[in-house]
């Protein structure tokens, strides 16, 4: 019998629409909630920039791979809150502990579990979760919505097809025993289970949703940084590939260019130490011999041309018997020095084995940079295959978080009707997270072996640095070899060695045979050289004197071309000189032109003034006669007597009138005469003082010349000074530079030396030892052959072994007599090398001692310039102060005559004024760039003096370096060998003491070729001037070009002043014009009013002839005042901007020095006042122009005084006429 409860299955085909039809209600349902899975197949980023919202479909299921669902690979856990971690521990705890051996039963089957009601499969949840205001319930829950149960049938499949009755949970069936059904505290505890379950999943899916809501371009920098640091590791390591491979075939490229160095350093010693030291000794050698052969020629024509006795003759003889043994002692030191070039090309084949082995030290160096690059590919090939193993697990990652994720949803979109899908879901869920932390473990193998892979690669690169730096330390390679070539002489010292030794030096003596063919082959070509070279001498003489000759006619034509340049300069001078004076001279005839013209109009204005006179007395008789005509017209006789007066009248007033006239005549030629002749003294005078002032001007601009000169030649000794000082700075550096690494490879061929000492030493003992123990051997066969009692053949062959003994011995003897005189070789060697280190050292101090002198020469030189300087600027200033004192002079001549002077007088004052203006001014300009010439002097002394010092020093720390270095030796069979070297230096020291005595003569001889070359040097250095004496020409040439630019522009500057004082003299010739015309107006007016004022009109013509001079003076005086002004004005202008420019050129010029000399500033310097001198200076100055001020001030008072004067009378003229009209 079925449980009641329990949903029966149709037991037949008619009975399935029981069920169906009891499932109509599933319409009524409320479906769950479901939460959309993020798409596959698209991109969400692309998406959410492109502004399309979220497809909230339900996935279909054949739009997936079917695949998908299978674990493919592990996915990153999502971050959870504590709270969260918590849950889903306790519930991976749960699940783990839930999970037996046998088939679970659902908790919803079993007994008593079912009440009359819904489904049991789908609990009643009591209160719904809410996360973050969702609601988010089950439909379980909700009474409304329950799912209806179908209708009982009572024909059950139950009776025919029974249940198979399920383990309990316990074992048994549950409180009441009724097997399969759950309790009310099971059931309310799987629906906590799941409610937890729930919650959890739904938190993990909404953290899943923020972070895809999160994959934008702010919340993917992690990953794009993992993604920029490989590829960034990539190119890193495929640039140091390729540049190691660079490194690789630039050590290939270096290896080539050393044996190609090695072989012309082998060359370059062959020729070095035989052919330059045999052509020189050989050429000395063969300008003695020709020198002597001179003598000897000399000798026997003396010989044949003395008659004179047998003595002279005898002595004669003997001097020949001495050249002759000189000319045999000078043979046999042409053999000796044979016999070195031949020990030197021992050395030099002995250069070559080593450089051999130096070759062969960078091939195994090559091998061993070969066999890492192979190491670094196979690194990088490691390290490629594990980015690939490490991109997979990424991938499979990406796709087991997808699987999850999709897992996921499919929980969360199915319902939990079976409880068995949930269990098979878990156990997914399980399998995957089991998976996911299997693939994180193989992520985190693969991340070590790829840290590994990388820390190989570095170590790997680290030892091919090494590598490199091996190939580089070339001093370890050879200690390597030669411990190596030891090893493999001990083990390979056997008779087999022995023969090839033999053969080898067969081979040696061969190839030493040869070598002395070719060096006599070399000593034949030396000698046909030596000849060859004797022509070439001469023929360079030949060649010298011919370049005499030229450099004479060069000489000669420079000269003429010189004196033709300046003989073209001076007249082009003098023309200019000439027309600047034809400019002078006819600007000062115009001046006296218009003083002329002016004069001419003073006396055409007196003679109107006389006749306007001479019209109003005739007009005043007149008038008088007609009063008296009126007064006596009544009676005919009283007429005739009063015309009998008025005619006697009439005649005496004629004749006060001529007197009047011939008195104002007679006073007017009185004053035109004192006039002209004060003018013309005038004249004379200013053409005088004119004349002064061109040749005072013409003075100070030959001295401004000369301080040019003077400033270009101490300029040119400066940059001398600096380009000699810089040229022996130079020379003394690389002197130094040259010696210390001379010392430097001196240094390390003695050690190179010292090093193979020490290796023959060891195969001496070496050598020594193997004696020893073939001799033990010898005395063994020896004792054995005495105690043996053996057959013939025995002693035969005991007989051939002695032999072979012997013989290996004898070889053994040789080998170390060979190994002696290598020693002595190379003893000599080291003493060779220290006479030419002590000959650099010797050559070094020779060179600073020239430095010092020519350090003094140029002091000299700089001081005899200084005083010639000296001199010249005192004359200057001596003529500029006479100079000035004729100025001053001349100011006061003209201060006393300017009263008196005419107005074209006073403007020549102010010319004159203007100019002393301008000498003073150039007077203080050539007094500052004699302190600025002074500082510079100062300058240079203290440069030639720090020189000096650094000189000092640098001899001083020579001298200490060379006293203190340290000695290399440590052995004491070195210090021996030392000390044996020393004594043989000593030695020769002697005999180089004995054989300079000797040559001294023969220097005496060579001090002719000596004087040649002397003469040679002076020819170049007298070339050298002409050079310096063109370039010299050209420069004036240039100063003459911009002169001449000058005085045109000055002559146009003339010109235009000139046109604009011709248009300023027609404007005051206007000026004057008016006022004529105002006074031909009055005088009209004072006819029209004649008949009306009678007595007072004379006052009033006077006063306003007075007036209009008055006024004719005002206008002038303010005429003159503004043109100097704005004369003086633009000369200020001018003059600020050349002195503001001149200051910036000097502080640029000085900046440029200092920085060039590497010289702080100091702020004293520049915070230091001026000097007593140029304090004084400073003050009479500013008192001059004072005085200057003042006198112009008190000229101005005068004539504005006359000014306001003229304003008044003109406002008062203006109120009478306001009084007229107005009346």
């Known amino acids: 019998m079925p449980h009641p409860d329990y949903i029966d299955t149709p037991q037949t085909a008619a009975d399935k629409s029981s069920l169906t039809n009891g499932l109509d209600g599933l319409d009524d349902l409320s479906p769950e909630k479901s939460f959309a899975s993020p798409s596959k197949g698209r991109d969400l980023i692309q998406g959410i920039r492109n502004g399309r919202g979220l497809s909230l479909k339900t996935p279909r299921a054949g739009a997936r791979d079917p695949l998908r669902l299978l674990p493919n690979g592990a996915g990153k856990k999502s971050e959870f809150t504590p709270l969260m971690m918590s849950v889903t521990k306790k519930n991976h705890m749960r699940r783990a502990s839930g999970r037996k051996t046998g088939a679970q039963t659902p908790s919803f089957m079993r007994d008593n579990s079912i009440n009359n009601g819904p489904t049991p499969g789908l609990p009643r949840m009591g209160d719904d979760s809410r996360i973050y205001e969702e609601r988010t319930s089950s439909s379980a829950g909700e009474a409304s919505n329950e799912t209806p149960l179908p ?25 009441v025993g009724d097997g399969n059904m759950m309790t009310l505290r099971e059931q309310e505890n799987i629906i906590d289970k799941i409610e937890k379950e729930n919650f959890g999943l739904k938190m993990k899916i909404h953290f899943l949703e923020q972070a895809m809501s999160q994959r934008g371009t702010e919340f993917n920098k992690a990953a794009l940084r993992e993604n920029t640091d490989l590829k960034v590791n990539r190119i890193t390591m495929q640039r140091e590939l390729h540049k190691f491979k660079k490194n690789i075939a630039q050590a290939e490229r270096d290896a080539e260019v050393y044996r190609l160095q090695l072989e012309e350093y082998r060359e370059r010693m062959k020729r070095k130490q035989a052919d ?13 011999l020709a020198t002597k052969e001179t003598e000897i020629t000399k000798l026997q024509n003396e010989l044949r041309s003395a008659q004179q006795g047998n003595e002279e003759a005898k002595k004669l003889r003997c001097e020949m018997g001495d050249l002759e043994a000189e000319l045999r002692e000078k043979d046999r030191m042409i053999e000796e020095r044979e016999d070195e070039i031949e020990s030197l090309k021992d050395n030099a084949g002995k250069e070559s084995n080593a450089a051999a082995e130096t070759e062969e030290e960078l091939e195994t160096a090559k091998r061993q940079i070969e066999e890492l690059q192979e190491d670094l590919d196979r690194a990088a090939e490691e390290a490629k295959h594990a980015r690939e193993e490490r991109e997979d697990a990424v991938q499979e990652k990406k796709q087991a978080e997808d699987n999850l994720e999709e897992l996921r949803d499919e929980m969360m979109n199915k319902s939990f009707t079976t409880k068995g899908l949930s269990r098979q879901l878990e156990e997914k869920t399980a399998r995957l997270e089991d998976q996911l932390d299997e693939l994180q473990e193989k992520h985190s193998i693969l991340q070590q072996e790829l840290n590994e892979k990388t820390r190989n690669e570095r170590v790997l690169q680290e030892r091919l640095r090494g590598a490199e730096k091996e190939g580089a330390g070339k001093d370890k390679l050879r200690d390597q070899l030669h411990l190596a070539h030891q090893e493999k002489d001990n083990l390979k010292r056997d008779l087999g060695t022995m023969s090839t030794k033999l053969q080898n030096s067969i081979n040696n003596f061969q190839s030493k045979s040869e070598e002395k063919d070719l060096l006599q082959t070399r000593h034949d070509a030396l000698t046909l050289e030596s000849a060859n070279l004797q022509r070439d001498l001469s023929r360079s003489q030949r060649s010298v004197e011919e370049l005499e000759q030229a450099l004479d006619e060069e000489r000669q034509h420079a000269a003429q071309n010189d004196h033709h340049l300046r003989s073209q300069h001076k007249t082009e001078i003098d023309l200019l000189t000439e027309q600047v004076d034809s400019l002078h001279r006819e600007i000062n005839a115009k001046e006296s032109q218009l003083a002329s013209d002016h004069e001419d109009w003073e006396a055409q204005r007196r003679v109107l003034e006389a006749a306007s006179q001479r019209a109003e007395e005739k007009a005043n008789g007149l008038q008088r006669t007609v009063n008296k005509l009126q007064e006596v017209e009544g009676t005919l ?11 006697e009248s009439e005649k005496q007033r004629h004749r006060q009138e001529e007197q009047v006239l011939h008195r104002q005549i007679q006073e007017l030629n009185d004053d035109i005469a004192a006039k002209r002749m004060a003018s013309d003294e005038q004249r004379t005078e200013l053409n005088n003082a004119k004349e002064e002032l061109r040749i005072s001007i013409r003075e100070q601009e030959a001295l401004k ?26 020379q003394r550096t690389k002197s130094l530079e040259s010696a210390d690494s001379q010392l430097q ?20 003992h070496e050598l020594k030892k193997t004696a020893k123990d073939v001799r033990a051997e010898r005395d063994d066969l020896e004792a054995k052959l005495i105690k043996a009692d053996k057959p013939a053949d025995d002693t035969f062959n005991i007989d051939q072994e002695k032999r072979e003994l012997r013989r290996s011995k004898q070889k053994l003897e040789n080998d170390l007599e060979r190994l002696r005189l290598e020693r002595d070789n190379l003893q000599d060697a080291n003493v060779a090398l220290e006479q030419e280190i002590n000959a650099e050292i010797d050559r070094a101090n020779a060179e600073e001692n020239r430095l010092s002198l020519e350090l003094d020469q140029l002091r000299n030189k700089q001081l005899s310039t200084s005083e010639n300087r000296d001199r010249e600027l005192t004359s200057a200033k001596n003529k500029v102060q006479r100079l000035e004192k004729r100025v001053a002079e001349l100011e006061e001549l003209l201060d006393s005559q300017t009263k008196n002077m005419p107005p074209s007088g006073i403007e020549d004052a102010s010319l004159l004024q203007h100019d002393l203006a301008e000498a003073r001014k150039k007077e203080s300009e050539s007094l500052q760039r004699e302190s600025v010439l002074k500082s510079t002097t100062r300058d240079l002394r203290s440069q030639v003096a720090n020189l000096e010092r650094e000189l000092h020093d640098l ?69 050298k001037s002409s050079t310096l004496e063109a370039e010299a020409l050209s420069l004036k040439l240039s100063d003459r070009d911009t002169r001449i630019s000058d005085l045109k522009a000055q002559l146009r500057r003339v010109r235009n002043e000139r046109e604009r004082a011709k248009a300023r003299a027609e404007a005051a010739g206007r000026e004057l014009d008016a006022p004529q015309e105002r006074h031909e107006s009055v005088l009209d007016k004072v006819q029209q009013a004649q008949h009306g004022q009678g007595g007072g009109s004379a006052t009033t013509r006077e006063k306003e002839l007075r007036g209009l001079m008055k006024e004719v ?65 400073a003050a009479v100055f500013v008192v001059v122009a004072a005085n200057r001020m003042k006198r112009l001030e008190r000229e101005w008072r005068g004539v504005r005084k006359l000014g306001e004067g003229l304003k008044r009378m003109r406002g008062e003229v203006e109120g009478k006429k306001a009084k007229r009209t107005s009346k």
């Not at 006789?637 to 005619?647: D, F, H, I, N």
């Open 745 to 764: 490879k001196l240094k390390k061929e003695k050690q190179g030396l010292q090093d193979q000492l020490a290796n023959i030493n060891i195969e001496l």
């Open 276 to 288: 330059e030291s045999l052509r020189v000794e050989t050429a000395q050698l063969q300008s003695e």
């Open 151 to 175: 209708q009982a049938v009572t024909s059950s499949s139950a009776q025919s097809t029974p249940l198979a009755q399920l383990p309990g949970r316990n074992g048994g069936g549950g409180v």
């Open 637 to 647: 006789s009283g007429r005739e007597m009063k015309l009998q007066e008025a005619l």
């Open 705 to 730: 010349e000369k301080v040019e000169q003077l400033e270009e030649e101490v300029e040119v000794l400066q940059a001398n000074l600096e380009e000699e000082a810089e040229y022996a700075e130079e």
């Open 955 to 1023: 001899q001083i720390a020579k001298l200490t370096t060379s006293t203190k270095s340290p000695s290399p030796y440590s052995s004491p069979s070195l210090q021996k060998d030392l000390a044996k070297a020393r004594k043989d230096l000593l030695d020769a020291q002697t005999t180089l003491s004995d054989l300079r005595t000797k040559n001294r003569e023969l220097e005496r001889q060579a001090s002719k070729i000596s004087v040649h070359e002397s003469e040679r040097a002076d020819l170049h250095a007298l070339l």
């Open 1113 to 1177: 003076v005002w206008l002038r005086a303010r005429c003159r005042r503004e043109e100097g002004f704005r004369r003086d004005l633009a000369w200020s202008k001018g003059f600020m901007e050349m002195g503001e420019g001149i200051r910036e050129a000097c502080n640029q010029a000085d900046l440029r020095m200092i920085a060039q000399m590497g010289v702080k500033p100091k702020r004293e310097d520049y915070e230091s006042r001026l000097a007593v001198r140029q304090r004084l200076r």
